[in-house]
T-cell receptor, first 114, second 112 residues
Framework: SAVISQKPSRDICQRGTSLTIQCQVDSQVTMMFWYRQQPGQSLTLIATANQGSEATYESGFVIDKFPISRPNLTFSTLTVSNMSPEDSSIYLC???????????FGQGTRLTVV | RKEVEQDPGPFNVPEGATVAFNCTYSNSASQSFFWYRQDCRKEPKLLMSVYSSGNEDGRFTAQLNRASQYISLLIRDSKLSDSATYLCVVNPEGGGSYIPTFGRGTSLIVHP
């Protein structure tokens, strides 16, 4: 199993500002992901956070908007940059140990941009 | 075609009813399968794994049909507390992609 601490749990931010979300895992994991989930919608993968190298972004997401750090195998951050109301969403970090294992999620960060 | 497809619902059923959800997947080499439950404004959490032989956990039964590439979740004697979104998850075969693939979820509403 894995215990994930994600913070902040929620925030209300002004447009044009940036927010950094942190994800701390209680054990080393190779694969860590960042997802976005808009109200009533499914999970959308933003990127895979790679330890020691640049994150791998999915189509529609770019590093300038969502810079990600992964300094070690237990920690990652996602920054939502230059926010607009369209960025209002729940952001979730997730870890995964391999094919026959389950994915674990942080508690989510509920972001509202005003 | 999406990799994992689910009927989004909502399924609106009375307490005590039996309800079934299906999920189809496109990658025939997929190796493992799961059902997750997501409550409103919460993160997804594992409900049960889906084994080739099928598995049961109390009121919940999961089945896998590899030939037709779908998995199912059956909930018997529905409770009000079963109201949630149920996500189907398919894990890759371990070769190329290594990212679990989530369906969009099926919403269940159990009413008195």
């Amino acid at each position: 199993s894995a215990v994930i601490s994600q913070k902040p749990s929620r925030d209300i931010c002004q447009r044009g500002t940036s927010l950094t979300i942190q994800c701390q895992v209680d054990s080393q994991v190779t694969m860590m992901f960042w997802y976005r989930q808009q109200p009533g919608q499914s999970l959308t993968l933003i990127a895979t956070a790679n330890q020691g190298s640049e994150a791998t972004y999915e189509s529609g997401f770019v590093i300038d908007k969502f810079p990600i750090s992964r300094p070690n195998l237990t920690f990652s951050t996602l920054t939502v940059s230059n926010m607009s109301p369209e960025d209002s969403s729940i952001y979730l970090c997730s870890v995964y140990r391999g094919t026959y294992t389950e994915a674990f999620f942080g508690q989510g960060t509920r972001l509202t941009v005003v | 075609r999406k990799e994992v497809e689910q009927d989004p619902g909502p399924f609106n059923v009375p307490e005590g009813a039996t309800v079934a959800f299906n999920c189809t997947y496109s990658n025939s080499a997929s190796q493992s399968f799961f059902w997750y439950r997501q409550d409103c404004r919460k993160e997804p959490k594992l409900l049960m794994s889906v084994y080739s032989s099928g598995n049961e956990d109390g009121r919940f039964t999961a089945q896998l049909n590899r030939a037709s590439q779908y998995i199912s979740l059956l909930i018997r004697d529905s409770k009000l507390s079963d109201s949630a979104t149920y996500l189907c998850v398919v894990n890759p075969e371990g070769g190329g992609s290594y990212i679990p693939t989530f369906g969009r979820g099926t919403s269940l509403i159990v009413h008195p």
